[in-house]
């Protein structure tokens, strides 16, 4: 069942995601966090329920990311990945996989890039450090 938010509530967090993707593309990052966090304050409780919550917690771990925080980041894509349509969606595996290979856990690693791999093909992995993609060419056939 897909749950549709409120008009003015998805209009609001329309925006307020439109800001910090402005703020991002400035390498304003901590304030486009702001905004994304702003943004995820509007989704109704279990965030789990609700597709914006997939693409704010994206954004906020990509954020997350620029400034640094992996631990943060990947709470994020942890639960990106819970919510509607977060399960096999490339670029959250991609940075699942990531995420994991830095943490050393390298099995875990392994299958989430796997799944970034099968969704999105080697396109997925071209605009970041090349270490993960031979990482995974290491571990399987492509």
Known sequence: MDLQLPDAVYAEITELCKNG????????YLSAKQKYTSALRLVPEKHQDWEAAT??????????????????????????VQCPKGLGNPYIHLRLGQLYFEQNYFEK??????????????????????KYLEFL?????I
């Open 55 to 80: 693409w704010i917690y994206v954004a906020i771990g990509d954020m997350n990311l620029k400034l640094d925080d992996r631990e943060k980041a990947f709470k994020c894509f942890i639960n990106a």
């Open 109 to 130: 690693s392994i299958d989430e890039l796997t799944r970034a791999y099968m969704g999105g093909g080697l396109d997925i992995f071209m605009e970041d450090d090349p």
């Open 21 to 28: 993707e402005l703020l991002a593309k400035n390498h304003e």
């Open 137 to 141: 060419e290491s571990r399987i056939n």
